[in-house]
């Protein structure tokens, strides 16, 4: 009777562990949620100014991953520094007159493990002109992409800051000031200021004994995969490398413009009297990158890894390891009124297969991929004067899920595993097409059905985990480019 108890109970605990999985795949990729930890910390800073040395606040936030491995990089995302200026700072830093403020600003961090040291340099973190307010403080915030850190050893791995160096840029227009005037601030944390902002234990990698696992379960088109994993022995560091990273790139945006039409029940209603126009379409690209929450679990992905860290081999997707991109047909349609301007285009998502690796029940790694079937998505750019502009993206897309593994184990779901209809989105924001911004839309994950092989009927247990609605997705949409041109990646929005 035991004996039949637990052969009974092994396929349940591996479809849980698969359920655990998929819960961190859908409908982004990379890290779940839950293996990130938000950093924050306010330190005081002592800035040289040309009439003494005056104290900044500043405040760092940052997402760093809640544990590491020996020989993979440690990434923090979501980095941002925000600088208080007093009025009394303001006013010896930046001409009279000045009506904004931008700039970029450096952060030394050390990198420390042991008794080994490393510089970071956080460098290039950029900020958006800020509007001056006529009395009172200011605060500045900058952001931008940071190295990875890679370490050779077990142990926590800590995050210090250190020097921040500022350039504050003013627009000084119509003032008579020279409105390419910089002015540029050393600071460094105040005697006593706790500078700890993240501590991240690192466990060991795989080891020489670690089998490599069999070929996985049948890839949705009908092959399998290779199953062949990295090793990390191969590149792991005898220190900590702290280097550089080099920004991510995509492939060139296609010359054609995508094919379709637009989906005319996303389309507003015309106002009265408008005159609306069809145009020939023009091919761009962008490259949209953020994150996926889902309610049931409390748990949130990356969507489109701003590293390249997709598998690359999903449907129309971008080469290996490369953000997928957002392919364009700008102007397909205008509309035109008095106060009122519409722009209409048609969208395609290429977004790399999701891969990710996950410990279920704290020690199980369990790993699995997700691919993405969009269909064209329409996008409405509504321009109104004296309101922000309004950016609405709806689409619809199935989710299919293969190549599962359970502590090396393939668990096959079968080719056909993919939700039982396809997962209607609308994002919206507040910015120009053109320029990129900030998306944000709730999902309603359908059930998932034909998930399973030799009979055994897996669709239950995996929709029971994650379907259903008030799933959110918070998105950042770059800047387009032109065709023939690769993209600029933005940073993630923060989580």
Known sequence: MTRALNAGRTPRLAVVAVVACLAGLLPGSGSAARDQREARLGVAYDCALPDGTRQVDVAFDATFPARGAVGKPIRPVAVRVRVGLSRTVVEELLPEGARSVGGTAAVATTVAQGRERARAEWAELASPEVRLPARGAVEVGFGGDVPDVTVGAEGDVTFTVGRLDLVLDPDSSGTGADPASATRLTCTPARGADTLLATVPVAAGPTESSPAPDTGSATPDGGTSDGTPDDPRNDTPKGIDAGPRPRATTDKCPLDPPKGELDPERLPSPPPG???????????????????????LKSSAIVNDPR?????????????????????????????????????????????????TFLTFGFQPTTAKVRFEPEPATIVNIIRPGRPPVTKVGYRQHLRLYDVRVNGVPLDVGPRCRTSRPVDTVLTGNYPVSEGGL?????????????GADGEDLDVLLSGA??????????????????????????????
Request: with cysteine; hydrophobic share 35%.
């Open 439 to 451: 998306l944000r839309g709730e999902l309603d994950i359908p059930a998932l059905t034909g998930c």
């Open 308 to 356: 390249g860290s997709g598998s690359g081999s999903g449907s129309g997707s971008g080469s290996a390891g490369r953000p997928g991109l957002m392919h364009l047909a700008m102007r397909m349609r205008e509309v035109r009124a008095p106060d009122y301007v519409e722009y209409d285009h048609l969208g395609l998502m290429q977004l790399p297969d999701a891969e990710g």
């Open 274 to 296: 408008a005159e609306v126009g069809t145009l020939e379409p023009t091919s761009m690209c962008a490259v949209p990158v953020g994150f996926a929450t889902l309610r049931k």
């Open 466 to 495: 994650v379907s259903g609605p008030g799933n959110t997705l918070k998105i950042r949409q770059g800047r387009v480019c032109g065709a023939g041109s690769p993209c600029d990646v933005p940073e993630l929005p923060a989580l």
